[in-house]
Nanobody, 115 residues
Framework: QVQLVESGGGWVQSGGSLRLSCAPS????????MDWYRQGPGKPREFVAY???????NYADSMKGRFTIFRVIAENTVYLQMNSLKPDDTAVYYC?????????WGQGTQVTVSS
C-alpha cells in the first residue's frame, strides 16, 4: 500500500502560477509511475501528466507548455508546476501512484483560478 499526501493548492488569478506537491509513503524508486489528474466542477476526472520511475514524462495536450511534472528524489516528492493558469484549470487535482499492478489515489487539492 501507499499513501499520498498532496499540497500546494489554492486561489490564484488568471495568468498566475501554482506548484502542487505529492509525497508518497514509500520511496519513489519503488513506484512505477506517478500521475496527476484533475476534476473540474461538473466534469469527469481527466489526465494531466505522469512521470515514470525512469523520469519519462507525458502530458495531456491542453497542458503541454504550461504544466511541468518533475520529481525531487532527495525529497521523495513529485511536483506539478502550473503556469499561465486559466479559469478552466479550476479543479481538484489528484496525484496517483502505480506500483506492482495497484493504483493509489491522494485526497486531492483544490485549485481555483479567478478571471
Amino acid at each position: 500500500q501507499v499513501q499520498l499526501v498532496e499540497s500546494g493548492g489554492g486561489w490564484v488569478q488568471s495568468g498566475g502560477s501554482l506548484r502542487l506537491s505529492c509525497a508518497p509513503s514509500r520511496t519513489l524508486s519503488s513506484i512505477d509511475r506517478m500521475d496527476w489528474y484533475r476534476q473540474g466542477p461538473g466534469k469527469p476526472r481527466e489526465f494531466v501528466a505522469y512521470i515514470t520511475s525512469t523520469g519519462s514524462t507525458n502530458y495531456a495536450d491542453s497542458m503541454k507548455g504550461r504544466f511541468t511534472i518533475f520529481r525531487v528524489i532527495a525529497e521523495n516528492t513529485v511536483y506539478l508546476q502550473m503556469n499561465s493558469l486559466k479559469p478552466d484549470d479550476t479543479a481538484v487535482y489528484y496525484c496517483a501512484a502505480h506500483f506492482g499492478g495497484s493504483l493509489a489515489w491522494g485526497q486531492g487539492t483544490q485549485v481555483t483560478v479567478s478571471s
